[in-house]
């Protein structure tokens, strides 16, 4: 590997999506962003991030095309 996580803490996955914590938190438990517990940590993969961000983006496309 190239020294990319493929998994972000909480913090790590806010910030990646330039949100708060408590937003990622609720996110997460209504399964909007999926997670995995390892132990104690939750963790996020980039994968789900960056599919997460694509969505948002083509939705806010779809949304500013019918205005």
């Known amino acids: 590997m190239d ?3 493929l998994l972000l ?3 790590q996955a806010a910030n990646q999506l330039s ?4 937003q990622l938190d609720l996110m997460i438990a209504t399964g909007e962003i ?3 517990r390892i132990g104690r940590r939750v963790l ?4 789900a991030l960056e599919a ?3 969505k948002a983006s083509s939705a806010g496309q779809d949304e ?4």
């Open 52 to 54: 997460f961000a694509l």
């Open 3 to 5: 020294g990319i996580s």
């Open 34 to 36: 999926p997670a995995t």
């Open 44 to 47: 996020v993969s980039r994968i």
């Open 64 to 67: 500013n095309a019918t205005r």
């Open 19 to 22: 949100i708060s914590l408590r």
């Open 9 to 11: 803490d909480r913090r």
